[in-house]
C-alpha cells in the first residue's frame, strides 16, 4: 500500500537543515520495513494560514511504500519534531511516476525563466525583424456539443459588428 505525507518545516530552518530531517524521516521509515518511493522539495512556500505566527513554509512530499506501520513510525518522528509545523498523511490507490503538480509547475516557470534569459538572435544589420500579425481565432462548435477535438472547428474571430456600426456612425 502507498501513503502520500506533505509535511511543513518551520520557515527560520534553512533548506539544508530541512534536507537532514527529512534523512532522518526516511531512516526511520526504512527501520520500520518500509521503503520511499517518491521524495520532493516543493520549497518554501507561503501559507493558507499563519501557523505559529509563521506565513511561509518549506513543503515537502514524501510517498512510502509498505506496511502501517511505517507510515505510523513516520508520523511518531514527525509529532515529536519541534521544527514540522503541519503533516497529513494519505493513502494512495495507485502509484503515479510523474511528479508532482506542484513540482511540474515549478519546472515549468524555472524553464520560462531560463529561456527569458537567453539573448535574442541578433539580426544582421541588413535585416529588419519582421512580425506576424495572428487573427485570434474563436471555437465553432458543431451540433452544441463538443466531446471530441474533431468536434471542434477553429475560425477567424469575428469583429463585433455593433461596435464597427457606431464607429462608422460617429465618422
Known amino acids: ?3 502520500e505525507t506533505v509535511f511543513i518545516v518551520n520557515p ?14 526516511v531512516k526511520r521509515v526504512e527501520k520500520a520495513s518500509g521503503r ?3 521524495r520532493e522539495y516543493w520549497g518554501s512556500r507561503p501559507l493558507a494560514y499563519q501557523i ?12 512510502t511504500d509498505g506496511e502501517v506501520s511505517a507510515v505510523q513510525s513516520l508520523e511518531e518522528g514527525l509529532r515529536l519534531e519541534e521544527r514540522v509545523l503541519r503533516f497529513l ?8 511516476d510523474e511528479p508532482s503538480p506542484l513540482l511540474r509547475r515549478q519546472t515549468k ?3 520560462a525563466t531560463k529561456s527569458e534569459e537567453k ?12 512580425e506576424e500579425k495572428t487573427e485570434p481565432t474563436a471555437a465553432v462548435v458543431k451540433d452544441d456539443v463538443a ?18 456600426a457606431a464607429g462608422d456612425a460617429t465618422t
Open 1 to 3: 500500500m502507498y501513503y
Open 12 to 25: 527560520d530552518v534553512s533548506k539544508e537543515n530541512t534536507e537532514e530531517l527529512t534523512d532522518a524521516l
Open 36 to 38: 520511499i518511493v517518491k
Open 52 to 63: 505559529a505566527k509563521r506565513k511561509r513554509g518549506h513543503y515537502v512530499l514524501l510517498v
Open 89 to 96: 498523511t494519505t493513502r494512495l490507490q495507485e502509484l503515479s
Open 109 to 111: 516557470s524555472a524553464e
Open 119 to 130: 539573448p535574442a538572435e541578433e539580426k544582421p544589420a541588413g535585416e529588419k525583424a519582421v
Open 147 to 164: 466531446t471530441t477535438p474533431e468536434q471542434v472547428e477553429t475560425k477567424p474571430a469575428e469583429k463585433d459588428v455593433a461596435t464597427e
